[in-house]
C-alpha cells in the first residue's frame, strides 16, 4: 500500500465498503479470533459490530434504497478495511505509548469544535465524516483522539506522518505486538503497518447474493 493511502487511512480512517462474505476450509487457528494484537483478541463479533455500525450509520443518512445500494457500491472492502483500522488503532497507541504521548479530552474537543466550525455545524461534520470516511458519529471522537495521537507522536520525533520516521515507530511497535492476523483476513505487513492479502490457497472468497460489486 502506498505510503500517502496509509497515512490516510490512519488519520481519517477512510473506511467505507461492502463487506465480502469469507469461508476458509481446513483447520482455523484463529477460533472466532479476528486477530490477536499484544496478546489480546479482536473477536470476529466485535468485527462485525464495527461493521455493522457504519452500515446502520449509512442507513439512517441515505433512506433511499438505490442511494444506499450505491453507497455500498463505493466502497468494497469494508470488513477487511475496518480490521486494518482497528489493528493500525492499537499499534499507534502501543507507539504513542512508547514515545510517552498522550492525548487529553480537551484537546479533542478542541479539534472536534474546529473541524464542526469548518463543516457548518456538528451534524454537517457527522455526515462528511461519514460519508467520505466511513466514520459513524459515535466513533468521531475516538478518531480525532488517534489523529491528535498520531500527529503529536510525529512531533516527538521530529517529523510527519508521511516520513519514514513515523512509520518505523509504527513499524517497532507491531513487532512488539505481535500482530497476528486470521488468514481469512489476510496478513500484517509489520514494515509497511498495514493488513496486506494472503496468498493462502485454501481461502477463498465469494460476494454476497446480490451484493452490488465493484472494480
Same mark, same amino acid.
Given at each position: ?9 490512519? &488519520? ?35 468485527? #462485525?459490530?464495527? !461493521?455493522?455500525?457504519?452500515?446502520? +450509520?449509512? @442507513? ?31 499499534? &499507534? ?7 510517552? !504521548?498522550?492525548?487529553?479530552? @480537551? ?42 495521537? +498520531? ?13 519514514? #520516521?513515523?512509520?518505523? +515507530?509504527?513499524?517497532?511497535?507491531? #513487532? ?28 477463498? #472468497? ?10
Amino acid at each position: 500500500m502506498h505510503r500517502r493511502r496509509r497515512t490516510a487511512l490512519l &488519520l481519517t480512517a477512510a473506511i467505507a465498503a461492502a463487506a465480502p462474505l469469507l469461508t476458509a476450509c481446513g483447520n482455523d487457528a484463529h477460533p472466532g479470533a479476528a486477530a490477536v494484537v499484544g496478546g489480546e483478541r479482536i473477536t470476529v463479533s466485535q468485527l #462485525e459490530n464495527r !461493521v455493522d455500525e457504519v452500515r446502520a +450509520a449509512q @442507513r439512517a443518512a441515505v433512506p433511499d434504497d438505490a442511494q444506499y445500494q450505491q453507497a455500498i457500491a463505493r466502497t468494497g472492502s469494508l470488513t477487511r478495511d475496518t480490521l486494518h483500522s482497528m489493528v493500525l488503532d492499537r499499534v &499507534l497507541e502501543r507507539a504513542a505509548r512508547d514515545a510517552g !504521548v498522550t492525548v487529553t479530552d @480537551r484537546e479533542v474537543q478542541r479539534m472536534r469544535a474546529g473541524l464542526e466550525q469548518q463543516a457548518g455545524g456538528a451534524k454537517a461534520l457527522e455526515t462528511a465524516w461519514l460519508q467520505q470516511y466511513g466514520i459513524p458519529p459515535r466513533r468521531l471522537d475516538a478518531n480525532f483522539r488517534l489523529q491528535i495521537q +498520531a500527529q503529536k507522536l510525529a512531533q516527538r520525533l521530529g517529523t510527519d506522518t508521511s516520513r519514514p #520516521e513515523f512509520w518505523q +515507530a509504527l513499524s517497532k511497535a507491531g #513487532e512488539k505486538l505481535d500482530v497476528d492476523l486470521n488468514p481469512r483476513y489476510g496478513d500484517w505487513d509489520v514494515e509497511k503497518s498495514s493488513r496486506v492479502d494472503a496468498k493462502t490457497p485454501w481461502v477463498r #472468497e465469494v460476494t454476497a447474493a446480490g451484493m452490488p460489486q465493484t472494480l
